[in-house]
């Protein structure tokens, strides 16, 4: 159980262009989802907090009208690079926690990641 | 300073050999530390967690922390192949494993057959 999907696994696209990352809960409500970037032996950084049906928290020096989250229901979160850059290539990550009382609290699902590479 | 600091590595050690992963952390506030292991181009998978100060062992892992010092280690027995990975010492912002993590540099570990 506890199972956390993220869709496309990679993504090419070129400058300028906008992308879309989906991170799903699979088997679980997901109340809050976490969005970290790693980049190339880096560890991760979270960037925003996201919670369903409010707008996500970012973190200090993440542009929030570069990098869109909106988290619409209790699976699914997306996260949208806007004007996309070759700085922005790197892998995201999505993390999930579900509603008290459905999951334990003392973990957070992780998802497998989308590396995003921009020409 | 980082909030949580760990060696890099790369770390190659023969199968068998026991594996010691260090982290340091800065705040005294932190109460909650985690393992994670990520394998290449995949996301982290908790590995251990450990509440305060002590022990805690699992298999052939064993997480310690030691608040005294700020240091936290994770110990590997029997390594095998299959442990090869990144491992990242993590904390979260608050008293559960479930809140928003920092997590260390990551060590790279590479176990030879």
């Known amino acids: 159980g506890a199972v956390v999907s993220q869709h496309p696994s990679r993504v090419i696209c070129k400058s300028g262009t906008s992308v879309k990352i989906e991170c799903r809960s699979l088997d679980f409500q997901a109340t809050t989802m976490f969005w970290y970037r790693q980049f190339p032996k880096q560890s991760l950084m979270l960037m925003a907090t996201s919670n369903e049906g409010s707008k996500a928290t970012y973190e200090q020096g993440v542009e929030k009208d570069k990098f869109l989250i909106n988290h619409a229901s209790l699976t699914l979160s997306t996260l949208t690079v806007t004007s996309a850059h070759p700085e922005d290539s790197s892998f995201y990550i999505c993390?999930?926690?579900?509603?008290?009382?459905?999951?334990?609290?003392?973990?957070?699902?992780f998802g497998p990641g989308t590396r995003l590479t921009v020409l | 300073q980082k909030e949580v600091e760990q060696d890099p590595g790369p770390l190659s050690v023969p199968e068998g050999a026991i594996v010691s992963l260090n982290c340091t952390y800065s705040?005294?506030?932190?109460?909650?530390f985690m393992w994670y292991r990520q394998y290449s181009r995949k996301g982290p998978e908790l590995l251990m967690y450990t509440y305060s100060s002590g022990n805690k062992e699992d298999g052939r892992f064993t997480a310690q922390v030691d608040k005294s010092s700020k240091y936290i280690s994770l110990f590997i027995r029997d390594s095998q192949p299959s442990d090869s990975a990144t491992y990242l010492c993590a904390t979260p912002k608050g008293y559960f494993g479930n809140e928003k993590l920092t997590f260390g540099t990551g060590t790279r570990l590479t176990i030879i057959p």
């Open positions: 705040n005294s506030a932190f109460q909650y």
């Open positions: 993390s999930a926690r579900g509603a008290w009382g459905t999951t334990s609290t003392d973990t957070q699902y």
